[in-house]
């Protein structure tokens, strides 16, 4: 029997404080980071999930200890070897960042993942990979599973690289490049989606004491070891959207604890665009606080950069008084599900009318009917259903386990936020 969530119907005014658990993508790099660092690194509130599990298990197969505390992860680094077969879920920054540092190793490492897994496009790492000296088996499909046989050595230099697909296939190579022979010379063929990404890799890069510069077509990272550093990981930003977007779907107030002042991470820019929607956005001494009027208004903008916040502000614009248009986000077909289509089919059902562009989606809210909807084993996806719900009588979603993914009690936290018990599941 399968699980099936009743989405909370929420009318009325929130009024919350929320707490939220350590951002995936900082998590992600100190994690690799740490493996081929100089000596041990402390992560201090990594984010416990399914990716961040994933990448500390697969970094556990390449001989890294990776030792859990019950508070900290403790990161020691040693010999990197194969044979391993690294799962790597339906994880992007596992496919992408992983096989780089499995490069290094000496043996074979053969990543997989779950189906989907295999759909999500990878053929600009790998061969960047092999441009740098690598030898990679992936029956010429670009996508996994395939198997990086690493001899402990990778000489590196220049590289043209296509991410058009994701901003992760230039992350995974930064990463791991100053323990390359000639370091890396990043040059893109193309564009780059979720840019932020990128930086926050070349911010982390620095603060391990690696040198990164940009050049004109991309960046060059100069061989040279990484330095241990322990790090206090921030709370993830942008798992704070549903929270923060349930203020402006009831007119009600809520606030993230522990909002950085100065952070990478790219969910930062809800801060610009809920105001934008129509919500009050203000630091407190207790966090972000959000306040909505109880109307939310349309948006219209090149969401390219910032991926990872669609699903919850196009639940947002299907409760909008206006049409909205995303543009930018062409490569959100090749995440956890095809993004654009999934949103197209969640957002008619609950009587949106919505047009799949070339590069985006316009949302036009119409008269709201309850549905049940597929989670599309997309954590994203779950968390846009629950913001509908708020408003909508009788949104279900069935497999909402998804959200495991980022954040494993998303329902409680959820229930919380309401001040409801947590439903059970039928
Ligand atoms: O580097 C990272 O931590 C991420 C980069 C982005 O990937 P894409 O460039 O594929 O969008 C983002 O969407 C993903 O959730 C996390
Ligand atoms: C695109 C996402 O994940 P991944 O890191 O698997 O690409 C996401 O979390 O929105």
């Known amino acids: 029997m399968s699980d099936v969530w009743s989405a909370p119907h929420h009318p009325a005014p929130v009024d919350a404080v ?80 992983l096989p780089p540092v499995a490069a290094l190793a000496v043996g074979p490492v053969t990543v997989d993942g779950d189906q989907r897994l295999r759909e999500r496009p990878n053929a600009g790492l790998l061969n960047g990979l092999r441009a740098a000296g690598v030898q990679i088996d992936d029956g010429g499909r670009g996508r996994a599973p395939f198997t990086v046989h690493g001899t402990g050595r990778v000489r590196g230099g220049a590289v043209e690289v296509d991410a058009s697909a994701s901003s992760q296939i230039v992350s995974g190579l930064l990463l791991a490049a100053s323990l390359f022979d000639e370091g890396i010379d990043l040059s893109l063929i193309g564009a780059v989606p979720s840019m932020p990404h990128v930086e926050m890799t070349v911010a982390s890069l620095r603060e391990h004491g690696v040198q990164v510069a940009a050049t004109d077509g991309g960046w060059r990272v100069f061989p040279g070891p990484v330095a241990a550093r322990d790090v ?143 989670s599309y084993a997309d954590h994203r996806m779950v968390m846009a259903a629950a913001v509908l719900g708020l408003a909508i009588d009788g949104v279900e979603v069935a497999d909402p386990g998804a959200v495991t993914k980022t954040l494993p009690d998303f329902r409680e936290r959820w229930a919380g936020l309401l001040g409801e018990p947590v439903g059970a599941p039928r």
Do not use: C, Y
């Open 232 to 374: 206090v990981v921030e709370p993830d930003l942008s798992n704070a959207a549903p929270f923060l977007a349930a203020a402006l779907v009831t007119g009600g107030r809520v606030t993230v604890r522990d909002w950085p002042e100065a952070t990478t991470q790219a969910g930062a820019q809800l801060v610009g665009l809920l105001a934008t929607m129509g919500a009050e956005v203000t630091g407190t001494a207790e966090g972000l606080q959000a306040t909505g009027t109880g109307s939310i208004r349309p948006l219209t903008a090149d969401l390219g950069e910032v991926t990872e916040l669609v699903p919850v502000l196009a639940a947002l614009a299907a409760l909008a008084d206006g049409p909205s248009r995303f543009t930018g986000i062409t490569h959100m077909r090749g995440h956890e599900t095809d993004r654009l289509q999934a949103l197209d089919e969640v957002l008619s059902a609950v009587g949106a009318h919505v047009r799949q562009l070339p590069d985006g989606l316009e949302i036009e809210p119409g008269p709201r009917r309850p549905a049940r909807l597929d």
């Open 18 to 97: 929320v707490s939220l658990p350590g951002s995936k993508s900082i998590t992600a790099r100190e994690l690799v980071l740490a493996s081929i660092a100089d000596g041990p690194s402390r992560l201090v509130r990594p984010l416990r999930a399914r990716d961040s599990e994933l990448m500390a298990a697969g970094l556990r197969s390449l001989g890294t200890r990776v030792e859990d505390d019950g508070a900290d992860w403790l990161v020691t680094p040693q010999p990197l070897r194969g044979p391993s077969a690294v799962d790597a879920g339906l994880s992007g920054t596992v496919l992408r960042f």
